[in-house]
């Protein structure tokens, strides 16, 4: 079975500042592998998703993430953060064929001054 | 609609009352999740629906959940007897394909469930 870790549970940064949040995954081979935001009240928004190929994938709104398989992470990066970026993040796994029920990790928090 | 309708938004019940959360999904999407999401914690899996295949109840805390999915769209969740540990966020999402070729879950808002 696939498991995800988000380690940080809350992340500050100040606006205009780089932003890194973590994910580390669980699984047998290359699974599917995605970032999800979620504004306050509102239901989760797809970021981005890696299935094969480069390693380095371009998202919605100025992401993007790495696929590592060494270190069986997938870390969001974003270069300059924005105020309006505040919101919970999730990082979720999915195992290609079968049943596909994705796993979600706890989420992490960006709290974004000013 | 254009996206994934859940209602209600927000419901508060009683100890041991029933509850029903329904879910209309993304016209023809075929697979349908239902997750809970506790106060600080990440998405809990309940159920899985695909098709007309049976459904994968895995996810389900006990068997005072059930949930259906009626002409492979609109979905109920049922609590009964409910507990104030089944306070959470109840999200519904969709998908076009469930052999994860896209891989994308559509979300809906959620229903926001306090049982006092």
């Known amino acids: 079975a696939q498991s995800v870790t988000q380690p940080d549970i809350h992340i500050t940064v100040s606006e205009g500042a780089s932003l890194e949040l973590r994910c580390n995954y669980s699984y047998g081979a290359t699974p599917y592998l995605f970032w999800y935001v979620q504004s306050p009240g509102q239901g989760l928004q797809l970021l981005l998703k890696y299935f094969s190929g480069d390693t380095l994938v371009q998202g919605i709104k100025g992401f993007e993430a790495e696929f590592k398989r060494s270190q069986s992470s997938f870390n969001l990066r974003k270069p300059s953060v924005h105020w309006s970026d505040a919101a919970e993040y999730f990082c979720?796994?999915?195992?290609?064929?079968?049943?596909?029920?994705?796993?979600f990790g706890r989420g992490t928090s960006l709290i974004v001054h000013p | 609609g254009a996206g994934v309708s859940q209602s209600p938004s927000n419901k508060v019940t009683e100890k041991g009352k029933d509850v029903e959360l329904r879910c209309d999904p993304i016209s023809g999407h075929t697979a349908l999740y239902w997750y809970r999401q506790r106060l600080g914690q990440g998405l809990e899996f309940l159920i899985y629906?695909?098709?007309?295949?049976?459904?994968?109840k895995s996810g389900l805390p006990s068997d005072r959940f059930s949930a259906e999915r009626t002409g492979g769209s609109v979905s109920t969740l049922t609590i009964q007897r409910t507990q104030q540990e089944d306070s959470a966020v109840y999200l519904c999402?969709?998908?076009?394909?469930?052999?994860?070729?896209?891989?994308?879950?559509?979300f809906g808002e959620g229903s926001r469930l306090t049982v006092l």
């Open positions: 629906f695909q098709g007309n295949s049976a459904p994968d």
């Open positions: 979720a796994v999915g195992a290609p064929g079968g049943s596909y029920i994705p796993t």
């Open positions: 999402a969709s998908s076009l394909e469930a052999s994860g070729a896209t891989g994308e879950l559509f």
